[in-house]
């Protein structure tokens, strides 16, 4: 409830509902119940041999595991989404002075809200400010230009630059592409390659013959804040590396919680020593120890699995005591 009331955005409140109505334990329902069926299985194999239930075989069993380990391992992953949906994210616009960062940040804003000139190193203090993207809060952070600093106000400012680049989720290294790349352009991009990050090249419309920009593994893009040809593609791509291109997730559930990260973790954890232990052909009764420890951290977010579950999913699939 505490989500839905904080929400910033349509999209967070719409996640922060399903979350409500148990979107993720619908999600996670289906997935426990495989991992249900496989013990009730091999409860059956043990405790109605005479019935002539026969013992479920070893590669049989890790298929189950790895259907079950699949499922878990996707969920997983949803968590660096969710936590951005849940949290939010902070996006750093760094460069050199007067590469167009400033004009860039007021593209991104939709409004003048940094000050543009062009007299280089003008923004000397972060200026920061919240916007939707893809219904996800972003807090777009303009910085100092980073270059030797000509007095002490710009070399704080240049300080405070670095600080949030470091502190960063995301970071635009904006390049000048009206002349050759610097050794300053070629220092931040190798201090962004290590994290999420785009390289846009900026004042595209007075594209210079000399610029190139040096091979990186960061994605690229092009822009004019002047014009603001490339700022569609910009927000596309920011959205594309948080993961928020798709809705597919979202409406099935997602993770958003580190406690709910925990727990699946922990259930795959387990899954792995079961799988461990029929590779090394361990009898069924420690077998599904395991099993029981994989199911406890799902019945956390889904509710509990009784006995009388198991059995009643056991006396379903087999003719036992007929």
Same mark, same amino acid.
């Given at each position: 409830?505490?989500?839905?009331?904080?929400?910033?955005?349509?999209?967070?409140?719409?996640?922060?509902?399903?979350?409500?109505?148990?979107?993720?334990?619908?999600?996670?329902?289906?997935?426990?119940q495989k991992l249900v069926e496989l013990v009730a299985l091999l409860e059956a194999g043990?405790?109605?041999?005479?019935?002539?239930?026969?013992?479920?075989?070893?590669?049989?069993?890790?298929?189950?595991?790895?259907?079950?380990?699949?499922?878990?391992?996707?969920?997983?992953?949803?968590?660096?989404?969710?936590?951005?949906?849940?949290?939010?994210?902070?996006?750093?616009?760094?460069?050199?002075?007067?590469?167009?960062?400033?004009?860039?940040?007021?593209?991104?804003?939709?409004?003048?809200?940094?000050?543009?000139?062009?007299?280089?190193?003008?923004?000397?203090?972060?200026?920061?400010?919240?916007?939707?993207?893809?219904?996800?809060?972003v807090r777009l952070v303009d910085t100092a230009g980073i270059r030797r600093a000509l007095?002490?106000?710009?070399?704080?400012?240049?300080?405070?630059?670095?600080?949030?680049?470091?502190?960063?989720?995301?970071? $635009?290294?904006?390049?000048?592409?009206?002349?050759?790349?610097?050794?300053?352009?070629?220092?931040? $991009?190798?201090?962004?390659?290590?994290?999420?990050?785009?390289?846009?090249?900026?004042?595209?419309?007075?594209?210079?013959?000399?610029?190139?920009?040096?091979?990186?593994?960061?994605?690229?893009?092009?822009?004019?804040?002047?014009?603001?040809?490339?700022?569609?593609?910009?927000?596309?791509?920011?959205?594309?590396?948080?993961?928020?291109?798709?809705?597919?997730?979202?409406?099935?559930?997602?993770?958003?919680?580190?406690?709910?990260?925990?727990?699946?973790?922990?259930?795959?954890?387990?899954?792995?020593?079961?799988?461990?232990?029929?590779?090394?052909?361990?009898?069924?009764?420690?077998?599904?120890?395991?099993?029981?420890?994989?199911?406890?951290?799902?019945?956390?977010?889904?509710?509990?699995?009784?006995?009388?579950?198991?059995?009643?999913?056991?006396?379903?699939?087999?003719?036992?005591?007929?």
């Amino acid at each position: 409830m505490r989500d839905l009331i904080e929400s910033q955005t349509l999209f967070q409140a719409k996640v922060a509902a399903q979350q409500l109505e148990g979107a993720l334990s619908k999600r996670l329902q289906p997935i426990k119940q495989k991992l249900v069926e496989l013990v009730a299985l091999l409860e059956a194999g043990i405790d109605f041999a005479e019935d002539d239930v026969s013992v479920l075989p070893g590669d049989q069993i890790l298929k189950h595991i790895a259907e079950v380990s699949a499922l878990l391992n996707q969920l997983v992953d949803s968590f660096s989404y969710g936590k951005i949906v849940h949290e939010g994210l902070t996006l750093a616009i760094v460069g050199r002075p007067n590469v167009g960062k400033s004009s860039l940040f007021n593209r991104l804003v939709e409004r003048e809200r940094a000050i543009v000139t062009a007299t280089p190193g003008t923004t000397r203090d972060l200026v920061s400010e919240t916007v939707a993207l893809g219904g996800i809060p972003v807090r777009l952070v303009d910085t100092a230009g980073i270059r030797r600093a000509l007095d002490e106000a710009e070399s704080i400012g240049i300080r405070k630059s670095m600080e949030a680049l470091a502190d960063a989720d995301m970071v $635009l290294v904006v390049l000048d592409a009206s002349q050759p790349v610097s050794s300053e352009d070629e220092e931040l $991009l190798e201090q962004a390659a290590h994290r999420p990050a785009i390289a846009v090249e900026n004042k595209t419309d007075i594209l210079s013959s000399q610029f190139s920009v040096p091979s990186s593994r960061l994605r690229r893009v092009q822009t004019s804040a002047t014009s603001g040809a490339g700022i569609a593609e910009l927000r596309s791509e920011i959205l594309r590396q948080i993961g928020g291109d798709s809705g597919v997730q979202v409406e099935s559930g997602l993770l958003t919680s580190v406690r709910h990260q925990g727990l699946v973790r922990d259930s795959l954890v387990a899954l792995a020593a079961a799988n461990h232990a029929v590779g090394n052909k361990v009898p069924h009764e420690m077998l599904l120890l395991d099993l029981y420890n994989a199911l406890r951290p799902l019945d956390e977010i889904t509710g509990a699995t009784t006995t009388d579950d198991i059995l009643n999913l056991i006396f379903s699939t087999f003719c036992i005591g007929k």
